[in-house]
């Protein structure tokens, strides 16, 4: 699987857009960009996935470069609950081994 | 909306005892997760369970460690003799295919004293 890099931490204003960066540039043609996100102590929640098409849903959208390097969660107005560490997990989908593989994240801490 | 569930939220044990930490999975669900997470630390895989058996296993997966779906639904972690080590969260989580994400459940926080 390809690794990704995140930044460590970032903030964001509450009712701004947080826009998190993450690199996978070893990524392979058959794999997905996952973003999660852990609030505290609590298990690790889904946000959104993609190939190589943007993809939008109702709680996030993630913006895939057009070589799949690199990729951008957006939060598009984020909240005090928002705050959170964010991971971005590239993993094979349709193969029956895989399991995300977790790696620092980001911390976001939204601000009023 | 459909959830993963585990019980206990909570186990304290003494060093060297038996732990069984317990999971119910979203229904329609086929594959299986283990995750632990150590105070501090990011989330690291334990083992995958599909069609009643381990698919894939970490290198923290020793054979203090077992796992099995006993009735069907529940789906189990079984340390045989804890280590002050392994006081962690362990989380589990489920998949309805390998299309789809995985929903993790609450997890149980595990103290070894």
């Known amino acids: 699987d390809a690794k990704t890099t995140q930044p460590t931490s970032m903030d964001c204003a509450e009712g701004r857009a947080a826009n998190l960066p993450c690199n996978h540039s070893?990524?392979?043609?058959?794999?997905?960009v996952y973003w999660y996100r852990q609030i505290h102590s609590q298990g690790p929640q889904y946000i959104i996935h993609g190939l190589k098409n943007n993809e939008t849903n109702e709680m996030a959208s993630l913006i895939i470069t057009e070589d799949r390097k690199s990729s951008t969660l957006i939060l598009p107005h984020a909240t005090l609950r928002d705050t959170a560490v964010y991971y971005c997990i590239v993993r094979v989908a349709g193969n029956n081994n895989n399991d995300m593989r977790f790696g620092a994240g980001t911390r976001l801490t939204v601000k009023p | 909306e459909p959830e993963v569930t585990q019980t206990p939220s909570h186990q304290v044990t003494q060093m060297g005892q038996e732990v069984i930490l317990r999971c119910v999975p979203i229904s329609n669900h086929l594959y299986f997760y283990w995750y632990r997470q150590i105070l501090g630390q990011k989330v690291e895989f334990l083992v995958s369970f599909y069609n009643n058996e381990i698919s894939e296993k970490s290198e923290i997966f020793d054979d203090q460690f077992s796992v099995e779906r006993p009735d069907g639904s529940n789906f189990t972690l079984k340390i045989r003799s804890t280590k002050l080590e392994d006081s962690a969260m362990y989380f589990c989580?489920?998949?309805?295919?390998?299309?789809?994400?995985?929903?993790f459940g609450p997890g149980t926080r595990l103290t070894v004293l």
């Open positions: 070893t990524i392979s043609g058959n794999e997905y």
């Open positions: 989580a489920t998949l309805e295919s390998q299309l789809h994400e995985q929903f």
